[in-house]
């Protein structure tokens, strides 16, 4: 991958495998499945407890797709950059992990 094709907030482009694309695909719709598991249950008045529980599975896998996107943007767009030269980019991985802790 060239570093013009990098995720760089310069540039909004980045291949992806097609194993990742694929997987994080895969993640995403089972997650929307269960986001309409809950919908249903709303709007049938379950039992909050269980909805809480479902609510915590699906902020789980929201995480999980989250861990790997950003597995994916470390091993590729950011080793790219600092082997450019481009240091600066530890800055932006630092915004990012608060984003998610």
Avoid: W
Wanted: aromatic letters at 2%.
């Amino acid at each position: 991958m060239a570093e013009k094709d990098c995720c760089c907030p310069t540039h909004k482009h980045t291949p992806r495998s097609p194993e990742l694309k694929r997987d994080v695909s895969r993640r995403i719709n089972r997650a929307i499945g269960q986001l309409n598991g809950i919908r249903q249950m709303v709007e049938e008045d379950r039992y909050c407890g269980d909805v809480l529980t479902q609510l915590a599975a699906v902020e789980s896998a929201v995480k999980a797709i989250s861990r790997e996107v950003m597995r994916d943007h470390l091993e590729t767009c950011v080793v790219e950059r600092i082997q450019a030269g481009d240091t600066e980019v530890t800055a932006e991985v630092m915004d990012l992990f608060k984003k998610f802790m």
